[in-house]
Nanobody, 117 residues
Framework: QLHLVESGGGSVQAGGSLRLSCTVS?????MGWFRQPPGKERERVAT?????RTYYADSVQGRFAISQEWKSVYLNMKRLEPEDSAVYYC????????????????WGQGTQVTVSS
């Protein structure tokens, strides 16, 4: 059983920055960050494959950066907007083959990000 633990959430004013961290119990080459705003569905924010191939949602492109170091994955968030407020989840897949369109198999507990205007 994989375990993922996020950290780094908090409250920040619009235009500010935060860095989320996630540690996984076993190295996984495919990792992702998702978020769930209040009253909305969970959405994919960014994913990384083998430490270099990345994907970003249009809403965060150019502002967020995902990176990976063995058992850790990070999400650097800049120029934060109130619309970025959500619970952010780190996630991974049981098998890193054709994973990009499948929902993750393992999730962290989530970390709250609140951006005030």
């Amino acid at each position: 059983q994989l375990h993922l633990v996020e950290s780094g959430g908090g409250s920040v004013q619009a235009g500010g920055s935060l860095r989320l961290s996630c540690t996984v119990s076993v190295h996984r080459p495919c990792m992702g960050w998702f978020r769930q705003p209040p009253g909305k569905e969970r959405e994919r924010v960014a994913t990384i494959d083998n430490g270099d191939r990345t994907y970003y949602a249009d809403s965060v492109q150019g502002r967020f950066a995902i990176s990976q170091e063995w058992k850790s994955v990070y999400l650097n968030m800049k120029r934060l907007e109130p619309e970025d407020s959500a619970v952010y989840y780190c996630a991974t897949w049981a098998v890193c083959v054709d994973w990009a369109t499948r929902p993750p198999d393992y999730w962290g507990q989530g970390t709250q990000v609140t951006v005030s205007s």
